[in-house]
């Protein structure tokens, strides 16, 4: 079972990239979705599997579809507490 690190939290942005990963949108849709270039995409979701130790982003879907995972139920209350909805 995959577990988020305690002491790293997502931030605003790669909660934001998060969501258009789980939409499917494609590193350039996201880029243009989001205002920002391919390059900083890229560095989010590096972030974001380092944190949440995802190897892939299919490992990280497929942890975003599971109704019982920790790093799911995390991300889901990071998303409830912060500002981005």
Known sequence: MH???EDKCLSVRELEVLECIRKGLS???IASELC???STVKAHI???L???NA???IELLLMLVGEKNIAN???KEQIKT???H
């Open 3 to 5: 577990k988020l690190h």
């Open 27 to 29: 590193n350039p849709q």
């Open 36 to 38: 920002i270039t391919i």
């Open 46 to 48: 590096s972030s974001i």
């Open 50 to 52: 380092q944190k949440i």
């Open 55 to 57: 190897k892939n982003r």
């Open 73 to 75: 139920e995390h991300i």
């Open 82 to 84: 912060s500002h981005y």
